[in-house]
């Protein structure tokens, strides 16, 4: 295929820049007519040739930014290209959908498209979905539906149902999901996957079994969801009860269905079942992804079996900060706070979670001035503390009863718009009732409620405990 290249171009056929301008004050295409470089096809298959060889499509699959893009699309509207659907299309698609994409830019080309394609509609959609705003393909979907030229196919509610899992979206989704069955688009396989992972991801486990139950089509991915969608809601024997019947259906698991599984073997704290899972996905020749044998090791750490969890960690080729905190934690959960700490020292690369799996891990040995200690660290390492490192500071604090390092740590999280309401039940446990009183007032009115829970709160807590004092090691920042 020839690559066209955008400065290749005539430079009588360069578009003014005027006219650019005019274009993105939402210049109205229905005023465009066909320029004279359009040829007068005599049948459908001559103009879809001419579409097909025009090389102004071929710039845009090869245009690299969206400058470019702007040029060519300044092309399309003088020689009326952009008035055929199929090229119109293409030209939605780059802008939605590359990594030169301009969503904003991209719905005023849809708005003055004279009649615009469910293709074109599904490409701005997907955009949307897959951009930091994913809402705004609601917004699409909705003036969608008022269109009487076009109306959505499968593909459209495939991407709506992601919007509503991944945003949690109830009544969107049962709504979206109306639609579907009304259409009956819930024979596609594709889409009843969609529904499914949506129902689960809002946690309508229930509803989500029965549609996969009634189904009439379904492949591994249902199942996985299914079984996942069981195991992210903590009901392991539900996710365990659907895996056996997925293999009495003969239906050969994947790594994704394994993954599900182990973590349901964790959640039963039953090692002889998670042993019995590791020795079928060895025999079963699956492919042992970073994901799955982090799971391996983290199921192993959770029924009490480090030794074995440390043979799983030795052995992965390529260590992820899952892994290294996993045995982090595994290891101070069961009182080699020694251990865990080398391991922390031998991490190669600290993040916050890394650094928040050692500190909890002190915090809940009681070691508290030895959790600030680490906390300091981490501090002096650059780390940025979150929500977490923070929770786990209020509860060293508590045991310490070091009233001027827990103001201190409420004030950080002031400052840094961290929410933690729910560990100041805790964070107080520790302190003198007298002395705390103007600041637990304090506190709760910052989290709006007010004197009332001040005075519950004091009357629950019998606090014995002399307040501490602030320790020197914590960073005035």
């Known amino acids: ?195 499914i992972h949506m129902l689960v991801s809002i946690g309508e486990l229930g509803l989500a079994h029965k549609v996969f139950d009634d189904g009439c089509v379904r492949d591994l991915v249902s199942w996985n969801s299914l079984i996942n969608g069981y195991v992210r809601r903590r009901q392991a024997r539900e996710a365990m009860g659907i895996y056996q019947k997925m293999i009495t259906e003969q239906v050969k698991p994947d790594e994704v269905t394994m993954i599900g599984v182990v973590s349901a073997c964790a959640q039963l704290e039953s090692l002889e079942l998670g042993r019995e899972t590791h020795r079928y996905i060895e025999e079963s020749g699956l492919n042992l992804k970073i994901s799955l044998v982090n799971a391996l090791m983290d199921m192993y750490v959770k029924c009490g079996d480090l030794e074995a969890g440390k043979v799983v960690f030795d052995n992965m080729r390529k260590k992820t900060v899952v892994s290294w905190t996993t045995m982090i934690v595994g290891h101070a959960k069961n009182g080699l706070l020694d251990m865990a700490w080398k391991l922390f020292h031998d991490m190669p690369e600290k993040n916050v979670v890394a650094w928040n799996a050692i500190i909890g891990s002190y915090v809940q040995a009681n070691l508290s ?81 007010g004197t009332t829970i001040s005075h519950r709160m004091l009357q629950l807590h019998c606090l014995l405990n002399p307040f501490g004092h602030a320790l020197p090691l914590i960073s005035q920042e």
């Not at 009233?403 to 302190?431: C, E, M, P, Q, R």
């Open 1 to 195: 295929m020839t690559v066209y290249n955008v400065t290749k171009v005539r430079s009588h056929q360069l578009i003014p820049k005027p006219l650019l301008n005019l274009f993105f004050s939402r210049l109205s295409l229905h005023s465009l007519s066909l320029s004279t470089h359009k040829p007068n096809p005599t049948s459908w298959n001559a103009t879809r040739t001419y579409v097909l060889s025009n090389p102004l499509l071929s710039l845009l699959e090869n245009c690299k930014s969206f400058s470019q893009f702007k040029q060519i699309q300044a092309q399309m509207i003088l020689t009326g290209l952009i008035l055929d659907g199929f090229a119109s299309s293409r030209l939605i698609s780059f802008c939605a959908l590359t990594e030169s994409r301009n969503l904003d830019y991209c719905i005023i080309i849809l708005n003055n498209l004279q009649n615009p394609n469910v293709f074109s509609w599904n490409a701005v959609i997907r955009g949307c979905v897959e951009s930091e705003y994913p809402q705004k393909g609601l917004v699409l979907y909705k003036r969608m539906l008022t269109r009487a030229d076009c109306r959505p196919d499968n593909y459209t509610y495939s991407f709506l149902f992601k919007v509503c899992a991944n945003l949690v979206l109830s009544y969107m989704g049962f709504e979206i999901l109306g639609q579907v069955l009304k259409m009956g688009f819930d024979k596609d396989m594709y889409l009843f996957n969609g529904i």
């Open 369 to 449: 001035l030895e959790a600030l200690e680490l906390f300091r660290e981490m501090q002096l390492s650059n780390m940025k503390p979150d929500k977490v490192t923070m929770l786990h500071c209020l509860s060293a604090c508590s045991q310490l009863g070091a009233l001027d390092t827990g103001i201190w740590t409420h004030n950080y999280i002031k400052k840094h718009n961290l929410s933690l309401d729910v560990a100041l039940d805790d964070f107080l446990s520790g302190f003198q009732a007298q002395t705390q009183w103007h600041f637990l007032h304090q506190i709760h009115l910052s989290f709006g409620t």
